[in-house]
């Protein structure tokens, strides 16, 4: 599988992105998919997941309420729509797909990995 993360960018607080994974190489609706991230010094650590029909989505404490997963999977792509930004959403965020159609909190689920894209909330 092979994943193209984008859509980051720099925003101010209070205020949106949307990042898109496009994937390939595999039966899209075949694994399940989950975002991560990674601040400078931190571990990477999970944001939000969802299962390969889409049916089931999970979401750290942090974002509920203000970021949102989907995918489209006549398209291949998974999308993480962010509102309300805080600066402490600064980081790297990842897609990655996992091996099985159900979604995972667990990065050990996530055998395939997107580069990164950056995303920045200024104060």
């Known amino acids: 599988v092979q994943l193209q993360a984008s859509g980051g960018g720099l925003v101010r607080a209070g205020g949106s992105l949307r990042l898109s994974c496009a994937a390939s190489?595999?039966?899209?609706?075949?694994?399940?998919m989950g975002w991560f991230r990674q601040a400078p010094g931190k571990e990477r650590e999970f944001v939000g997941a969802?299962?390969?029909?889409?049916?089931?989505?999970y979401y750290v404490d942090s974002v509920k309420g203000r970021f949102t997963i989907s995918r489209d999977n006549a398209r291949n792509t998974m999308y993480l729509q962010m509102n309300s930004l805080k600066p402490e959403d600064t980081a790297v965020y990842y897609c990655?797909?996992?091996?099985?159609?159900?979604?995972?909190?667990?990065?050990?689920?996530?055998?395939?990995w997107g580069q990164g894209t950056q995303v920045t909330v200024s104060s």
């Open positions: 190489g595999r039966t899209f609706s075949s694994y399940g």
């Open positions: 969802i299962s390969g029909s889409g049916n089931s989505i």
């Open positions: 990655a797909a996992g091996t099985r159609a159900s979604a995972t909190i667990h990065i050990s689920g996530y055998p395939y």
